[in-house]
């Protein structure tokens, strides 16, 4: 009853949206309670605003500093918990940014990671042929 109250006064703007910055959804940092607080109050919510007014309050750019604890861009991992957590419990809608999110991140990743060198052979300016060639003759030598 209480989640309605306070879902209802931040539909109603009645309590400013920045408080949720004190809500830490990432699997550390929350329990079996604390997930069902947040996922009584934002169903109420979407209930309330409806999936699409709730997905724009929560991809305001003035307010994007008040949710970072809530859709967590921090880390993959904390990522994928809450993208994994609002999909669970039916309001997956509002993560839609997310998945995109993760993908740039990953070939960031990519990108940042230098090839793992082979040996002497691979750090040669030598062609492919050259180096086919170079293999051939030591097989024959065997």
Avoid: C
């Avoid at 979407?46 to 809530?70: C, H, K, V, W, Y």
């Avoid at 999909?87 to 990671?113: A, D, W």
């Amino acid at each position: 009853m209480w989640l309605n109250f306070f879902a209802h006064l931040l539909a109603t703007d009645a309590l400013p949206w920045h408080v949720l910055a004190y809500i830490v959804l990432t699997e550390e940092d929350t329990t079996s309670s604390s997930r069902i607080f947040i996922k009584i109050l934002f169903q109420e919510l979407a209930e309330q605003l409806g999936i699409r007014l709730l997905n724009e309050r929560l991809n305001d750019p003035t307010m994007q500093q008040s949710f970072e604890s809530i859709l967590p861009k921090d880390n993959p991992k904390n990522t994928r918990f809450a993208i994994n957590f609002f999909t669970s419990i039916g309001i997956g809608g509002i993560t839609e940014n997310l998945p995109e999110y993760l993908k740039n991140t990953s070939r960031h990743i990519m990108k940042e990671q230098k090839p793992v060198s082979l040996g002497p052979e691979s750090e040669s300016e030598s062609s492919d042929s050259e180096r086919d060639d170079h293999r051939r003759k030591r097989r024959r030598r065997t």
